[in-house]
């Protein structure tokens, strides 16, 4: 743009600067295009339209619009202060009413003058705001040299977005906060917001802006308008701010003034201009002249508090802001060094909250923590809420071993000291305090942690280097410590605890000892638990070690040192039992067998620990050791057994693992003395191979547990009792092949037959279920005397009764014949066998079941033979008791007087059915056999005392039919009487 001539009119000067856009305006232009217009208005008001961002072209504008309106200023000061003049000349009138008279009249006179000028009246109102714009463009120059603000760092763009199309717009600064060529910083707030905004809200924002060194020369600068709301201020600092960063503008205490510090105001000008006068102001307003400015922006804000405060309301602020830090934030940090700005100053009642917050401090920032509680939300309120256990939990929630000497001497001291020095000046002095908190943590603290402490209070260090410096305290926890916890496999960690402990050279006599071995006896039943306290806790046992002599602790100390052993051991061999069992088993010798047994057949079951013969011997001599009675043997884990019980013990979870070949070559070792006779032996396999006979799922005794069962029977010498128990293993296994079910669809368990109390039933459903079975006589007989029944002539009897029930149940006559008179030998030769004069009940027995047997094999009618029926019969007259002697008699009559006839029922026509008796005595003395004839499908013999009947004619039954032979039978039964000797009962 050409720059003006000389001969310009004035309002092309001004059609010029209209034109002129902010950008393209310089100081020179401000020269060329405003000064040389005459009209003091026009200029200043274009110098009052522009707000810029170029703070030199901006203090060019203000300038010359403050030097246009001087004239105006100085006219309208001239007829304010005409009246004064004249009223100066009148002496006698009162004082105070003369100050009166000439305020009015000076104030009348200046509305007068804006009413008579009112270009005036515009160019004061302009005034005023320039001047206003003026300071503050001041005091932006300094902030932006004394303080400059920092560029935004804004992120490189990623790689993989270089072509984001929204990334220019996004990352390009807002074009209002473009910094000025001419200020060496990017101010947050642009210059023209700066000149335009009220000086609190310029304030506030700085404030909430943390420029706190452009907030300081903005309080120093325009502090008469500032003060008053300096806690409002004060608020718009953000919580996480630091006090260091705002010492500068935080409230001062002046102790020799006993109150608040007032800073002392920096004006840009010491003398206020008359435009920015209260009395222009009013007179403005009154003249009621029409003004297009608004004026200067004032602070309107009802937050005001003009005087300095108290110390009291001081540290309420400061409590305040310290809780809102807190709260808001949870940066004890700046909390805490807020408060020790405060309290620096000697502000009352700040100090015990200055201690509350070093030592919340500590607590968040340099207490060990974990990644799972880095968040963890920490305020001033719980942590006045926790009591002091809690506090001391809090500070080593995260320690370790390692670290937890150095976390209790840097954190939990410190903090024990303040409540003891609390705890004085309160004028409640507590010296156990600390010492008493410490334990207290000590007992809930885990193992691993209570080796560390006991560790840092080795009796070798130097007292002030000790945690703990009481050794009886150190016998007392360590012993409360063990003997309370649960702990099943840190048996290193609780010897380590135990070496760490004092030793005491004490010399007790017997009544000492005595006392001494009662405490601790009685110790046993106080960890017991019971049903007001189901468990005993490190607590609890610390208030019974509690009043106890350093005698009675080294007495407890020695036996920790057994119990201790013995733990280890019996972890060693996969049983292990926590210390207090040795205190609750040490008089209960059925738990310590038990534990015993336990060990001896678990550590068997480890096969990692026992594959060879001098591991099993290991183990025997850790067993043996446990029972050692010897110094303070009355306290170890196997005390109340004997040397002989631990060897049964040891010997019979050896066998209960199936390593026979290592119990043999021990029993014949001279190195090992097992001391075990042969008796006990015997006791000790045949128990085990019981164990392995109930635990067997299958029968077969060639693989499985029914296997070890059998071959663990091979190691003593052969007895009667161990060949009567393999006998009956092998019965089982041939019991087992005969699929014998338990349930339909359920083979037979071993465990189910040696529960079974009638054994040959057994053979009963051998015979029932297969129907072959009964041809093999021996095989069966055999599996009677495996059964338990070997020379058992009253089972032998029965088993053949079955036999031939068996038999002739399949019309098998031969078999059942040969059965029946092998029964009858059997029975004869145990009759004859038995003293002269005297009555063998098993030969009465025998022959009951003989003679029913016969009996109902002699008068079946379908057995053709009549010799051997009549055999058959003659023998169970023989066998018969006296009253059944007619009944069998009755059936041998007929057989021999019609030997050629079949009859189809009983011919005991008018006498009680001989049939239903004998079938009712052989049901009572035989075993009841279920029977069914596989070959035929006939229903056999059932509970029913008449089935047995109904069975023989439902086997002799026919086709349907006008059978010739069939109404033969029917006429022979009803006359048949005669030939049977039915008139014998006439």
Known sequence: MASPSTTTSPEDLCAQWTALSDEDLTAEKVNQLLKPVPDDLWVAAACLDRVLDDAPVQRSLLDLGLERSQPALTRSQAAFDSPAEAVGDEDDEDEGGEIREGQDRRHAALVSHFRAEPRNAQLCRIRAVLLDRLDKLSTFVEICKEAPFKEDVVDPVDAEWEDDPWADEANDPPAESAPSASLPGAPPIPLPAFLQSDLLQLACLLASLEHIAALRILMERHGAQLWPYRFQILDSIPEHALSEQLRDVLPSYDPSEDR????????????????ESSELHKALVDSEVALNVEPPPRIDSSEICPEPLSPSNIAAWYQKRIDLVISNTGLIDAALSLVQHAASQGLPGLDELGEELSLLSRLVYDAPSSAQYADDDWTLARWKNMDPPAIVRAYLAHTTPETVARDIR?????????????????????????????????????????????????????????????????????????????????????????????????????????????????????VTPSTTRPRCTPADLMLFFKPLPSSALSRALDVLDVHLESGEILARWSVPAPLRWFLQSNGNIAEQRSWANRMARRAGESQDKLETREDWEWLLEDMVKLSDSGESGSWSAFCLLSKDDIVRIFFSGLLSTGKFDIARALLRSSSVNLSLDSAVIEDICLTCSQEFYDNASSGNYHFGDMKLAYDCLDIPPASPRIVKEKEFIEATTRLCSFNLMSRPGIPITPLEIRLTKDRLSLVSRVLSSNNDAYKHTQVILDLVHKLGFRGDVVAEAKALAMLAETALQAEDFPRAYEASTRMVDAVLALRTAAPAGLRDPRADEASEVCWVACFSIGRHPEFADVQKRLALLGRALELCPP??????????????????????????????????????????????????????????????????????????????????????????????GWLLGADDDS
């Open 410 to 526: 840097r954190l939990v001291m410190p903090y024990l000291f303040v409540l003891e020095s609390r705890a004085e000046r309160a004028g409640a002095p507590d010296p156990t305090l600390p010492t008493r908190l410490l334990y207290k943590y000590i007992l809930s603290a885990p193992l691993g942690i209570v080796a560390a402490v006991f560790e840092a209070s080795n009796p070798t260090l130097a007292p002030v280097q000790r945690l703990i410096r009481d050794d009886e305290d150190m016998a007392r926890l360590a012993l409360a410590c063990l003997y309370g916890s649960d702990s099943l496999n840190e048996w290193p960690t609780m010897s380590h605890i135990f070496e760490c402990l004092p030793a005491w050279d004490t010399t007790q006599d017997e009544d000492e000892a005595d006392e001494a071995d009662t405490t601790i006896a009685s110790l046993g039943a106080f």
């Open 260 to 275: 608040e510090v007032k800073a002392e105001p920096k004006p840009w000008r010491s003398e206020v201009d008359f435009s």
């Open 883 to 976: 009253d059944r002697l007619a009944d069998v008699l009755a059936a041998w009559r007929g057989q021999l007087r019609m030997p050629e006839l079949h009859m189809p029922h009983s011919p005991l026509a008018s006498a009680p059915d001989a049939a239903a008796l004998a079938n009712k005595a052989f049901s009572r003395v035989a075993a009841n056999f279920p029977f069914s004839v596989g070959h035929r499908g006939r229903q056999l013999m059932s509970e029913d005392e008449n089935s047995w009947e109904r069975s023989r004619s439902g086997s002799r039954s026919r086709a349907d039919g006008a059978d010739v032979s069939a109404q033969a039978s029917r006429v022979l039964q009803a006359g048949i």
